[in-house]
């Protein structure tokens, strides 16, 4: 009875999720990154980190202006700056590491939206150990979410890499105290349909029915 009641949702889920021509979560990612957002000042400092960094030589980057004080950077600007130069990942995670030095950070960490936004900078550029390190200290300061982990996903996906996504998912409880919920799981299915990979879908699936028939088990 409880293997057909799993395959029954496992082939139910994909039917619906993989072969509609509608995304479940079309114009709507629940674990989306924030948007790039209007901002003058973030265009000018991107612009100015992109031409002139040199990672093989930290003292003549321009972060020098970040870590001296030179500019009043907020949370929200940090994170407006990361969004766009996230096609530069060392030139990213450098930010985000000065950032952490900056007296504007003096009392508390940079945000989960900045983390985030360089674990999408390094799995962009398929550098997976480096995002893996970084989200090790996102989870030191608390900044560590289930966002994190569908970012990480994602790029693991747009890789081909659709083991590692999953897994990745499967590690989430490690990091953030609690295992993925159903909007999160939602979240790499539809990831996982949109670039044509329905068998690792169906892995989903069955981890996820056999999670929701240990709950009811439990409940009886």
């Not at 072969?19 to 990154?33: E, I, R």
């Not at 030589?57 to 870590?67: F, G, K, W, Y």
């Not at 952490?100 to 360089?118: E, G, I, K, T």
């Amino acid at each position: 009875m409880l293997r057909q009641l799993h395959t029954a949702v496992v082939a139910t889920g994909r039917r619906l999720l993989c072969t509609n021509n509608v995304s479940p979560l079309s114009g709507t990612h629940l674990l989306a990154l924030p948007p790039v957002n209007p901002s003058p000042t973030a265009d000018e400092l991107a612009r100015l980190l992109l031409a002139h960094h040199n990672p093989f030589h930290p003292a003549e980057s321009p972060l020098q202006i970040l870590s001296g004080g030179g500019v009043s950077l907020t949370p929200g600007l940090l994170v407006q700056i990361l969004l766009r130069v996230r096609g530069a990942s060392k030139l990213a995670l450098s930010l985000l590491h000065a950032a952490r030095l900056h007296p504007s950070f003096s009392s508390s960490p940079p945000s989960a939206d900045a983390y985030d936004a360089v674990v999408d900078a390094l799995g962009r550029a398929h550098q997976f150990d480096a995002a893996w390190r970084l989200i090790v200290e996102a989870a030191a300061d608390g900044a560590a979410t289930p966002r994190t982990f569908a970012v990480l996903a994602r790029r693991y996906v747009a890789a081909g890499m659709t083991r590692q996504a999953v897994r990745a998912f499967d590690d989430m409880e490690a990091f953030v105290g609690r295992e993925p919920d159903a909007a999160e799981f939602t979240t790499l299915l539809d990831t996982l349909c949109k670039y044509k990979y329905p068998k690792a879908s169906d892995t989903i699936l069955g981890l996820f029915s056999l999670r929701l028939l240990k709950d009811v088990l439990k409940s009886e």
